[in-house]
T-cell receptor, first 106, second 114 residues
Framework: QKEVEQNSGPLSVPEGAIASLNCTYSDRVSQSFFWYRQYSGKSPELIMSIYSNGDKEDGRFTAQLNKASQYVSLLIRDSQPSDSATYLCAVKEFYFGSGTKLNVKP | DVKVTQSSRYLVKRTGEKVFLECVQDMDHENMFWYRQDPGLGLRLIYFSYDVKMKEKGDIPEGYSVSREKKERFSLILESASTNQTSMYLC?????????????FGSGTRLTVV
């Protein structure tokens, strides 16, 4: 079983919609969780981190963590074409999912 | 802003060559990491280091070694390059062990072994 699982997508949403990206992890004792965005041909860049159960908001981005169910989500409100990228979930700093490709259609 | 600089953007090497990939960070970060990224496989940890002259194996260390003689520099060495080491190599750094700040990545080195 992989440490971190993500649906590879692509996830297509219309401009202005909410994009919901999900990630599950296997290690129950994981304490830190990260979301990165990676544009095609570029390296990943950190969007958000979350450590406590519940929601954490930063602008149009909301990270949600549920440790009991071992999943972490990223919501992108008012999605823009510039949000089209691959989104990587990372657990315990080290372990990355394969990423979900998001396409936001104008 | 923290900068993580990888010395080469593209490299082409021959099978059997010894290959050095260099990474330098300028913000006094404790932790440095080497990953490779392949389609469908995501980011896989090769080696990491929490301090000068310290190194730890990641998930796929075979065929690689590392060197950290100075805090700001972390080098990945392919002892004898093989075609299955053709990949995108990403260096990253973070503030401290167990850091809540996540990684800063370099721009990557796309290595082709022919």
């Amino acid at each position: 079983q992989k440490e971190v699982e993500q649906n590879s997508g692509p996830l297509s949403v219309p401009e202005g919609a909410i994009a919901s990206l999900n990630c599950t992890y296997s290690d129950r004792v994981s304490q830190s969780f990260f979301w990165y965005r990676q544009y095609s041909g570029k390296s990943p860049e950190l969007i958000m981190s979350i450590y406590s159960n519940g929601d954490k908001e930063d602008g149009r981005f909301t990270a949600q963590l549920n440790k009991a169910s071992q999943y972490v989500s990223l919501l992108i409100r008012d999605s823009q074409p510039s949000d089209s990228a691959t989104y990587l979930c990372a657990v315990k700093e080290f372990y990355f999912g394969s990423g979900t490709k998001l396409n936001v259609k104008p | 802003d923290v900068k993580v600089t990888q010395s080469s953007r593209y490299l082409v090497k021959r099978t059997g060559e010894k290959v050095f990939l260099e990474c330098v960070q300028d913000m006094d970060h404790e932790n440095m990491f080497w990953y490779r990224q392949d389609p469908g496989l995501g980011l896989r940890l090769i080696y990491f280091s929490y301090d000068v002259k310290m190194k730890e194996k990641g998930d796929i260390p075979e065929g690689y070694s590392v060197s950290r003689e100075k805090k700001e520099r972390f080098s990945l060495i392919l002892e004898s390059a093989s075609t299955n080491q053709t990949s995108m190599y990403l260096c990253a750094s973070s503030f401290a062990p167990g850091s809540h700040y996540g990684y800063t990545f370099g721009s990557g080195t796309r290595l082709t072994v022919v």
